[in-house]
């Protein structure tokens, strides 16, 4: 099993920028798809982005092309989550997960409140 935290989350105003990061236990983490889900008050949790063990295969939502980026680094067992130009609809709390094979490890979440 791995272990998944998040952190970086918080309160912005639309328009600006936040970095989530998300640290995973284990030696194998390059194995590993790593990936964030969102949930907004009253929805479904949605997927966000997600990226391949290597970093080559790299994922988006519709919803946040452009604007979010993903990336990993596998010596550091971390993945990040760059999100600019926030709008009030990215509120939600956002889930790192660990994929391997049908296996998903997720971290408790951490909250994002875009004020408009």
């Known amino acids: 099993q791995v272990h998944v935290v998040e952190s970086g989350g918080g309160l912005v105003q639309a328009g600006g920028s936040l970095r989530l990061s998300c640290a995973a236990s284990?030696?194998?983490?390059?194995?590993?798809?790593m990936g964030w889900f969102r949930q907004a008050p009253g929805k479904e949790r949605e997927f966000v982005a997600a990226?391949?063990?290597?970093?080559?295969?790299?994922y988006y939502a519709d919803s946040v092309k452009g604007r979010f980026t993903i990336s990993r680094d596998n010596a550091g067992n971390t993945v990040a989550l760059q999100m600019n130009t926030l709008k009030p609809e990215d509120t939600a709390i956002y889930y790192c997960?660990?994929?391997?094979?049908?296996?998903?490890?997720w971290g408790p979440g951490t909250q994002v409140t875009v004020s408009s």
């Open positions: 997960y660990a994929r391997i094979l049908r296996r998903y490890d």
């Open positions: 284990g030696r194998t983490f390059s194995m590993y798809l």
């Open positions: 990226i391949g063990g290597s970093g080559g295969s790299i």
